[in-house]
Protein backbone atom coordinates (compact mmCIF):
# COMPACT_ATOMS: atom_id res chain seq x y z
CA UNK A 1 0.00 0.00 0.00
CA UNK A 2 1.19 3.52 -1.42
CA UNK A 3 2.48 5.74 2.02
CA UNK A 4 -0.66 8.25 2.13
CA UNK A 5 1.47 10.98 3.61
CA UNK A 6 3.90 10.58 0.97
CA UNK A 7 0.66 10.86 -1.67
CA UNK A 8 -0.71 14.04 -0.19
CA UNK A 9 2.72 16.21 -0.11
CA UNK A 10 2.32 19.00 -3.30
CA UNK A 11 5.16 20.78 -4.34
CA UNK A 12 4.42 24.51 -4.61
CA UNK A 13 3.62 26.01 -8.04
CA UNK A 14 6.36 28.40 -9.74
CA UNK A 15 5.61 32.29 -10.03
CA UNK A 16 4.63 32.57 -13.09
CA UNK A 17 6.88 36.27 -13.38
CA UNK A 18 9.68 34.10 -12.35
CA UNK A 19 9.43 31.90 -14.80
CA UNK A 20 8.78 34.36 -17.25
CA UNK A 21 11.94 36.13 -15.69
CA UNK A 22 13.96 32.75 -16.45
CA UNK A 23 12.84 32.73 -19.96
CA UNK A 24 14.19 35.77 -20.59
CA UNK A 25 17.35 35.60 -18.63
CA UNK A 26 17.62 32.18 -21.11
CA UNK A 27 17.78 34.23 -24.33
CA UNK A 28 20.94 36.73 -22.96
CA UNK A 29 23.57 34.94 -24.23
CA UNK A 30 26.47 37.40 -21.97
CA UNK A 31 27.34 36.56 -18.51
CA UNK A 32 27.18 40.34 -17.63
CA UNK A 33 24.17 41.22 -19.37
CA UNK A 34 22.30 38.45 -17.87
CA UNK A 35 23.32 39.68 -14.31
CA UNK A 36 21.64 43.07 -15.32
CA UNK A 37 18.63 42.23 -16.32
CA UNK A 38 18.17 40.05 -13.30
CA UNK A 39 18.39 42.61 -11.32
CA UNK A 40 16.54 45.24 -13.35
CA UNK A 41 14.02 42.33 -13.54
CA UNK A 42 13.86 41.79 -10.54
CA UNK A 43 13.78 45.64 -8.98
CA UNK A 44 10.59 45.92 -11.89
CA UNK A 45 9.12 42.67 -10.83
CA UNK A 46 9.08 43.71 -6.53
CA UNK A 47 7.61 47.50 -7.73
CA UNK A 48 4.90 46.29 -9.76
CA UNK A 49 3.51 45.00 -6.53
CA UNK A 50 0.96 42.60 -8.71
CA UNK A 51 -0.79 45.49 -11.02
CA UNK A 52 -1.66 44.27 -14.40
CA UNK A 53 1.23 44.56 -16.89
CA UNK A 54 0.73 47.65 -19.27
CA UNK A 55 2.09 49.97 -21.47
CA UNK A 56 1.44 53.02 -19.06
CA UNK A 57 3.34 51.01 -16.08
CA UNK A 58 6.26 51.04 -18.07
CA UNK A 59 6.13 54.40 -18.30
CA UNK A 60 5.91 55.13 -14.97
CA UNK A 61 8.49 52.95 -13.79
CA UNK A 62 10.70 54.67 -16.22
CA UNK A 63 10.24 57.59 -14.99
CA UNK A 64 10.46 56.54 -11.57
CA UNK A 65 14.07 55.57 -12.86
CA UNK A 66 14.87 58.99 -13.78
CA UNK A 67 13.48 61.45 -10.47
CA UNK A 68 15.68 58.76 -8.65
CA UNK A 69 18.74 59.56 -10.85
CA UNK A 70 19.52 56.93 -12.75
CA UNK A 71 22.15 57.05 -15.70
CA UNK A 72 20.35 56.88 -19.19
CA UNK A 73 22.35 53.50 -19.82
CA UNK A 74 20.43 51.85 -16.97
CA UNK A 75 17.15 52.98 -17.31
CA UNK A 76 17.51 52.37 -21.03
CA UNK A 77 18.96 48.70 -20.47
CA UNK A 78 16.22 48.31 -17.12
CA UNK A 79 13.42 49.02 -20.32
CA UNK A 80 14.94 46.28 -22.54
CA UNK A 81 14.91 43.46 -19.83
CA UNK A 82 11.39 44.66 -19.76
CA UNK A 83 10.52 44.51 -23.07
CA UNK A 84 11.36 40.50 -23.50
CA UNK A 85 9.67 40.37 -20.37
CA UNK A 86 6.58 40.92 -22.21
CA UNK A 87 6.93 39.20 -25.38
CA UNK A 88 7.98 36.00 -23.47
CA UNK A 89 4.80 36.61 -21.81
CA UNK A 90 3.10 36.99 -25.21
CA UNK A 91 4.88 33.81 -26.03
CA UNK A 92 3.64 31.84 -23.35
CA UNK A 93 -0.06 32.96 -23.49
CA UNK A 94 -0.16 34.94 -20.62
CA UNK A 95 -0.29 38.42 -21.77
CA UNK A 96 -2.35 40.28 -25.16
CA UNK A 97 0.11 40.45 -27.62
CA UNK A 98 -1.43 44.12 -28.37
CA UNK A 99 -0.23 45.17 -24.74
CA UNK A 100 3.37 43.56 -25.68
CA UNK A 101 3.46 45.36 -28.65
CA UNK A 102 2.10 48.22 -26.85
CA UNK A 103 5.02 48.08 -24.18
CA UNK A 104 7.73 47.41 -26.76
CA UNK A 105 6.43 50.99 -28.53
CA UNK A 106 8.19 52.62 -24.71
CA UNK A 107 11.13 55.12 -25.96
CA UNK A 108 14.16 55.11 -23.87
CA UNK A 109 16.04 57.83 -22.56
CA UNK A 110 17.93 59.99 -24.62
CA UNK A 111 21.29 60.45 -24.21
CA UNK A 112 23.29 63.88 -24.62
CA UNK A 113 25.88 64.21 -25.04
CA UNK A 114 29.09 61.91 -23.26
CA UNK A 115 29.92 62.32 -19.93
CA UNK A 116 33.51 63.12 -19.38
CA UNK A 117 35.67 60.24 -17.99
CA UNK A 118 37.97 60.18 -14.58
CA UNK A 119 41.33 59.61 -14.14
CA UNK A 120 44.26 59.23 -11.94
CA UNK A 121 47.55 60.72 -12.85
CA UNK A 122 50.78 58.45 -12.22
CA UNK A 123 51.09 59.48 -8.94
CA UNK A 124 47.50 58.93 -7.91
CA UNK A 125 47.39 55.23 -9.16
CA UNK A 126 50.95 54.72 -7.22
CA UNK A 127 49.33 55.92 -3.96
CA UNK A 128 46.32 54.04 -4.75
CA UNK A 129 48.48 50.86 -4.96
CA UNK A 130 49.92 51.45 -1.73
CA UNK A 131 46.63 52.46 0.30
CA UNK A 132 45.89 48.55 1.61
CA UNK A 133 47.52 47.64 4.73
CA UNK A 134 49.75 44.22 2.92
CA UNK A 135 50.54 43.23 6.56
CA UNK A 136 46.46 42.17 7.24
CA UNK A 137 44.95 39.70 5.19
CA UNK A 138 42.27 41.87 3.68
CA UNK A 139 44.73 44.07 3.05
CA UNK A 140 46.21 41.63 0.57
CA UNK A 141 43.21 41.26 -1.26
CA UNK A 142 42.69 44.76 -1.94
CA UNK A 143 46.15 45.27 -3.08
CA UNK A 144 45.35 42.45 -5.68
CA UNK A 145 42.22 43.43 -6.45
CA UNK A 146 43.51 47.43 -7.20
CA UNK A 147 46.51 45.70 -8.80
CA UNK A 148 44.35 44.31 -11.43
CA UNK A 149 41.76 46.57 -12.23
CA UNK A 150 44.92 49.14 -12.37
CA UNK A 151 47.33 47.20 -13.91
CA UNK A 152 45.42 45.38 -16.73
CA UNK A 153 41.56 47.53 -16.77
CA UNK A 154 39.53 44.71 -16.10
CA UNK A 155 35.59 45.64 -15.53
CA UNK A 156 34.39 44.96 -12.34
CA UNK A 157 32.34 42.02 -13.35
CA UNK A 158 35.63 40.58 -15.28
CA UNK A 159 38.01 40.89 -11.62
CA UNK A 160 34.92 39.61 -9.97
CA UNK A 161 34.92 36.25 -12.27
CA UNK A 162 38.42 35.85 -12.53
CA UNK A 163 40.04 32.46 -11.87
CA UNK A 164 43.48 31.21 -10.79
CA UNK A 165 42.94 29.27 -14.71
CA UNK A 166 42.85 32.36 -16.37
CA UNK A 167 46.29 33.29 -14.94
CA UNK A 168 49.12 31.12 -17.47
CA UNK A 169 52.41 31.83 -19.39
CA UNK A 170 52.26 33.29 -22.72
CA UNK A 171 55.65 34.24 -24.78
CA UNK A 172 57.64 34.58 -21.53
CA UNK A 173 55.38 36.91 -19.74
CA UNK A 174 52.32 36.35 -17.27
CA UNK A 175 48.74 37.12 -18.93
CA UNK A 176 44.88 36.44 -18.31
CA UNK A 177 44.06 33.96 -20.72
CA UNK A 178 40.50 33.80 -23.01
CA UNK A 179 39.19 35.82 -20.42
CA UNK A 180 35.62 36.13 -21.26
CA UNK A 181 33.97 39.93 -21.25
CA UNK A 182 30.70 41.55 -22.34
CA UNK A 183 28.81 40.39 -25.30
CA UNK A 184 30.87 36.62 -24.72
CA UNK A 185 33.87 38.15 -26.38
CA UNK A 186 37.27 36.25 -25.15
CA UNK A 187 40.46 37.89 -25.22
CA UNK A 188 44.25 37.67 -23.49
CA UNK A 189 45.33 40.65 -21.64
CA UNK A 190 48.86 40.62 -20.82
CA UNK A 191 49.84 42.08 -17.40
CA UNK A 192 52.69 43.50 -15.58
CA UNK A 193 55.51 41.98 -13.15
CA UNK A 194 53.49 44.06 -10.26
CA UNK A 195 50.43 43.09 -10.98
CA UNK A 196 51.17 39.08 -11.15
CA UNK A 197 53.70 39.57 -7.58
CA UNK A 198 50.30 41.27 -5.83
CA UNK A 199 48.04 38.47 -7.22
CA UNK A 200 50.92 35.76 -5.60
CA UNK A 201 51.27 37.75 -2.45
CA UNK A 202 47.06 37.20 -1.65
CA UNK A 203 46.90 33.97 -3.18
CA UNK A 204 49.53 32.36 -0.87
CA UNK A 205 48.17 34.06 2.06
CA UNK A 206 44.97 32.51 1.50
CA UNK A 207 45.94 29.51 0.28
CA UNK A 208 43.90 29.54 -2.68
CA UNK A 209 45.33 27.53 -5.88
CA UNK A 210 42.22 27.17 -7.82
CA UNK A 211 38.63 28.88 -8.39
CA UNK A 212 38.28 32.33 -8.44
CA UNK A 213 40.52 34.63 -7.12
CA UNK A 214 38.69 37.44 -5.28
CA UNK A 215 36.57 35.90 -2.61
CA UNK A 216 34.79 37.66 0.56
CA UNK A 217 36.82 37.55 4.14
CA UNK A 218 34.52 37.20 7.15
CA UNK A 219 34.53 38.79 10.01
CA UNK A 220 36.86 36.33 11.92
CA UNK A 221 39.58 36.34 9.11
CA UNK A 222 38.27 32.95 7.38
CA UNK A 223 37.83 33.05 3.36
CA UNK A 224 34.62 32.50 2.02
CA UNK A 225 33.64 29.75 -1.36
CA UNK A 226 31.71 32.58 -3.13
CA UNK A 227 33.08 35.40 -5.05
CA UNK A 228 33.12 39.11 -4.45
CA UNK A 229 29.70 40.99 -5.37
CA UNK A 230 29.77 44.22 -7.89
CA UNK A 231 28.74 46.38 -4.68
CA UNK A 232 31.91 44.69 -2.81
CA UNK A 233 34.56 46.03 -5.29
CA UNK A 234 32.39 49.06 -5.56
CA UNK A 235 32.98 49.62 -1.91
CA UNK A 236 36.67 48.27 -1.70
CA UNK A 237 37.94 50.65 -4.78
CA UNK A 238 35.88 53.49 -2.92
CA UNK A 239 37.09 53.00 0.31
CA UNK A 240 40.68 53.03 -0.57
CA UNK A 241 40.64 56.05 -2.86
CA UNK A 242 38.53 58.47 0.00
CA UNK A 243 41.98 57.00 2.04
CA UNK A 244 44.52 59.30 -0.46
CA UNK A 245 42.08 61.98 -0.62
CA UNK A 246 40.06 61.40 -3.98
CA UNK A 247 37.14 59.33 -5.37
CA UNK A 248 36.94 57.15 -7.70
CA UNK A 249 34.77 54.32 -8.85
CA UNK A 250 36.08 50.70 -10.58
CA UNK A 251 35.22 51.64 -13.84
CA UNK A 252 37.47 54.89 -13.19
CA UNK A 253 40.51 52.21 -12.59
CA UNK A 254 39.84 50.64 -15.91
CA UNK A 255 39.94 54.77 -17.67
CA UNK A 256 43.28 55.26 -15.98
CA UNK A 257 44.99 51.73 -17.55
CA UNK A 258 44.03 53.01 -21.00
CA UNK A 259 45.20 56.39 -20.45
CA UNK A 260 48.37 55.73 -18.59
CA UNK A 261 49.10 53.30 -21.48
CA UNK A 262 48.84 55.19 -24.26
CA UNK A 263 50.14 58.54 -22.96
CA UNK A 264 53.37 55.77 -22.13
CA UNK A 265 54.05 54.58 -25.35
CA UNK A 266 51.93 51.97 -26.25
CA UNK A 267 49.74 51.92 -29.33
CA UNK A 268 46.23 52.89 -29.51
CA UNK A 269 45.33 49.54 -31.06
CA UNK A 270 46.94 47.05 -28.29
CA UNK A 271 45.27 49.46 -25.72
CA UNK A 272 41.90 48.95 -27.45
CA UNK A 273 42.86 45.04 -27.69
CA UNK A 274 43.74 44.73 -23.95
CA UNK A 275 40.47 46.54 -22.71
CA UNK A 276 38.37 43.99 -24.82
CA UNK A 277 36.91 47.51 -26.99
CA UNK A 278 34.46 46.84 -30.27
CA UNK A 279 36.45 49.57 -31.42
CA UNK A 280 39.63 51.89 -31.41
CA UNK A 281 37.06 54.77 -31.40
CA UNK A 282 35.66 53.42 -28.14
CA UNK A 283 39.11 53.44 -26.69
CA UNK A 284 39.77 57.08 -27.78
CA UNK A 285 36.82 57.86 -25.32
CA UNK A 286 38.43 56.56 -22.37
CA UNK A 287 41.76 57.85 -23.01
CA UNK A 288 39.98 61.39 -23.60
CA UNK A 289 42.40 62.16 -26.65
CA UNK A 290 39.05 63.77 -28.60
CA UNK A 291 39.15 66.14 -24.99
CA UNK A 292 42.65 67.23 -24.74
CA UNK A 293 42.58 68.94 -21.14
CA UNK A 294 46.13 69.45 -21.11
CA UNK A 295 46.59 71.06 -24.52
CA UNK A 296 43.36 72.49 -24.84
CA UNK A 297 41.39 75.08 -27.89
CA UNK A 298 41.35 77.82 -25.26
CA UNK A 299 45.01 77.64 -24.77
CA UNK A 300 45.83 78.61 -28.13
CA UNK A 301 43.65 81.64 -28.60
CA UNK A 302 46.34 84.24 -28.48
CA UNK A 303 44.20 87.07 -25.80
CA UNK A 304 43.20 87.24 -22.06
CA UNK A 305 42.84 89.77 -19.47
Not at 15 to 39: C, F, G, H
Request: glycine content about 8%; hydrophobic content about 40%; proline content about 4%.
Amino acid sequence: MADTNCAMVRLPRPDPLQQLKSLVLDAVSSPLTKRQYEIALDRFITWTAGRAFSKPLVHQYRSLLEERGYAASTINQALSAIRRLGFEATDAGLLDPNIAAAVGRVKGVRREGRRTGNWLTKEQARQLLAAPDPATFTGKRDGALLAVLLGTGLRRNEARDLSMEHVQMRDARWCIVDLVGKQGKSRTVPMAAWTKHAIDAWTEAAGITEGRIFRPVRCNGTLARDRLSPQTIFRIVLEHSAAIGITIRPHDARRTFARLAFYGGSGMEQVSLSLGHSSVTVTERYIGVRLDLADAPCDHLGIGL
